[in-house]
């Protein structure tokens, strides 16, 4: 009879006992959430944090340290701050998009004639780069975010709209950045997410701006769930989508001042 009242105490314990991410993200302006038209709203970090919210997986969560048009070198900048050790030293879940500023930086689009341009010469150059400064980003992360698991998010390709013949090339670079981005991650014990196969089908559609490489919200449902994926099995849908309330960069700005104020004072219980 003893023997069973353990076994039933260990079995009630068990089912109290979920993980609590503290889930820290970081990068450029998919991570902070760019929509097509020049604001913020919900990207897939967001729609990440509102699944683990509703799976009571989530202590804490923060797009503070992303920002558009970071390079991996602004990340590796970024995470050197007071305020951005703070947090990472708490994380035990990051996820980085970064490197595609680096790349898109030498790419000329232009949109009514869909036509893209690029010296091949830079592209190595910006790629070698970008690989440097990630492998220096991840060996960081392992000294400020010891007990973090870390998720590096690949790219789609952004310019589904431009000719046909135009592509091959810029899509073989991204190519490229997918592979290093994927490379730097498990060889620093990181996962990489992909996302260009599930996006791609309705690329056109998630991308609606043909001058901008950011997408829906739809669009970020799809990155958000390729990660869901390999996390925790789970996924969203379309109808759990929040409303849109983009901010512009000036809001986003203001709020990014507000929230360091209140991180300052930010108090978690110890693993």
């Known amino acids: 009879m003893k023997k069973w009242v ?69 990340v590796l ?44 010469l830079a592209a190595d150059f910006s790629l070698n780069q970008a690989r440097q400064n990630f492998s220096a980003l991840l060996e960081k992360l392992e000294y400020y975010a010891p007990n973090a698991t870390i998720y590096v998010m690949g790219y789609y390709f952004p310019y589904p709209n431009v000719l046909s013949t135009q592509k091959v090339g810029t899509a073989k670079q991204l190519d490229l ?38 997408p829906t919200m739809e669009g970020y449902l799809v990155m958000a769930n390729a990660f869901l994926s390999q996390f925790n099995g789970t996924a969203l849908t379309k109808n759990e989508l929040p409303k849109p309330n983009p901010l512009s960069f000036e809001q986003l700005l203001q709020l990014n001042d507000r929230k360091a104020d209140l991180v300052k004072d930010l108090r978690m219980s110890p693993y």
């Open 6 to 74: 353990i076994v039933i105490l260990l079995l009630v314990g068990a089912t109290k006992v979920q993980a609590q991410e503290v889930y820290i993200a970081l990068g450029d302006s998919l991570a902070a959430g760019q929509t097509p038209y020049r604001q913020i709203d919900t990207g897939y970090t967001d729609l990440i944090a509102m699944q683990l919210t509703l799976n009571n997986e989530l202590q804490f969560y923060s797009k503070e340290l992303t920002f558009p048009g970071y390079k991996v070198a602004d």
């Open 77 to 120: 900048q970024r995470i050197e701050q007071p305020d951005a050790k703070a947090l990472l030293s708490k994380a035990t879940l990051i996820t980085i998009s970064a490197g595609a500023n680096d790349l898109l930086q030498i790419v000329q689009h232009r949109s009514q004639a869909g036509t893209l341009t690029f010296s091949q």
């Open 177 to 214: 950045l997918n592979l290093i981005l994927q490379q730097e991650a498990e060889q620093h014990g990181a996962y990489f997410i992909a996302v260009d196969q599930s996006f791609a089908p309705n690329a056109k559609k998630y991308l609606p701006n043909y001058a901008d490489v950011h």
